[in-house]
């Protein structure tokens, strides 16, 4: 799993007719301390209804099309988790709606 923030959707309008309906998010990888992008960007299916700005968990390869939504799709990247807090040692870097 890959942690990565929201930056953003990609519309698509013409696309396979078997991912009609699938959300497209653009992502940027970004360091779990600092919460600072890191100029890595990577576009992904969303798996759990996640939004702008929200520090999410994807994956990649073939373990992109595990989840209910992408299975039998062409991804490489899905979005399978919204992160809610990050902690190390003992004190937390990240908590969502603080």
């Given amino acids: 799993m890959i942690l990565a923030k929201v ?28 919460l600072k992008g890191k100029k890595d960007f990577v576009v ?18 073939s373990s992109a099309r595990l989840a209910e939504v992408t299975k039998g799709l062409p991804t490489d990247a899905t979005v399978i988790a919204i992160v809610d807090n990050i902690e190390q040692n003992g004190s ?6 603080v």
């Fill in 7 to 34: 930056s953003g959707t990609i519309v698509s309008s013409h696309k396979a007719a078997n991912m009609d309906g699938v959300k497209f998010l653009l992502l940027e990888k970004i360091d779990p301390i600092s």
């Fill in 44 to 61: 992904a299916m969303d798996a759990v209804g996640a939004g702008k700005n929200e520090i999410v968990f994807y994956v990649s390869g």
């Fill in 92 to 97: 937390f870097t990240y908590q969502k709606n």
